[in-house]
């Protein structure tokens, strides 16, 4: 069946400093590939997404590039921030749309 | 656009007790919701799949008498927790989906809600 494996956190980075989570995949057919973040007690927003491979998706300074070669989609930010503090979650979804497959997530902490 | 709402955010109730919970999406006609759960410091777990005017698709392991899920209409889900626990207590998150949105794959979530069970 279809998963996400993600790097174990938590990360904790300084200001400015620059970011990857790894997420890597198992899948059946072609899913799309999404990050999600969520911030202390609120529910998930969707930070970006790729459709199909090679597409690299980006908000906010932050960036990953769908790899159909490695199964990776790695979340990349080249300056983090303090408001960046939060968890984030690679997740995958075949066309369907009623599977949708969460990796455990990464806390990450910033510090001025 | 796609704004997906939930009611209450934060409820805590007696054990025994049953508990409704609603998911609007406000912008869209959602023709399938979906309801979460979230453990403290964990990833969210598919509980069930409703589509609007049918019966939920329940998750294994998930008891579909306890977890009621009703989708009466294209802009509203409601997940009752009847008979409630301590160890119901958790964060319940849902999402809602609709096909003219942004292709098919993309799910909009709600801000969740804290269930807490004394």
């Known amino acids: 069946g279809n998963s996400v494996t993600q790097m174990e956190g938590p990360v904790t980075l300084s200001e400015e400093a620059f970011l990857t989570i790894n997420c890597t995949y198992t899948?059946?057919?072609?899913?799309?590939l999404f990050w999600y973040v969520q911030y202390p007690g609120e529910g998930l927003q969707l930070l970006l997404k790729?459709?199909?491979?090679?597409d690299k998706g980006s908000n906010k300074g932050f960036e990953a590039t769908y790899r159909k070669e490695t199964t990776s989609f790695h979340l990349e930010k080249g300056s983090v921030q303090v408001s960046d503090s939060a968890v984030y979650f690679c997740?995958?979804?075949?066309?369907?749309?009623?599977?949708?497959?969460f990796g455990a997530g990464t806390r990450l902490t910033v510090k001025p | 656009g796609a704004v997906v709402s939930q009611h209450p955010s934060r409820v805590i109730c007696k054990s025994g007790t049953s508990v409704k919970i609603e998911c609007r999406s406000l912008?869209?006609?959602?023709?399938?919701m979906f309801w979460y759960r979230q453990f403290p410091k964990q990833s969210l777990m598919l509980m069930a799949t409703?589509?609007?005017?049918?019966?939920?698709?329940?998750e294994q392991g998930v008891e579909k008498d306890k977890f009621l899920i009703n989708h009466a209409s294209l802009t509203l889900s409601t997940l009752t927790v009847t008979s409630a626990h301590p160890e119901d207590s958790s964060f319940y998150i849902c999402?809602?989906?609709?096909?003219?949105?942004?292709?098919?794959?993309?799910?909009?979530f709600g801000p969740g809600t804290r269930l807490t069970v004394t």
């Open positions: 899948a059946t057919g072609y899913p799309s």
């Open positions: 912008d869209f006609q959602a023709t399938t």
């Open positions: 999402s809602a989906s609709a096909r003219r949105l942004a292709g098919r794959d993309e799910q909009y």
């Open positions: 409703s589509n609007e005017g049918s019966k939920a698709t329940y």
């Open positions: 997740a995958l979804s075949e066309i369907n749309n009623n599977d949708m497959r």
């Open positions: 790729a459709t199909k491979a090679d």
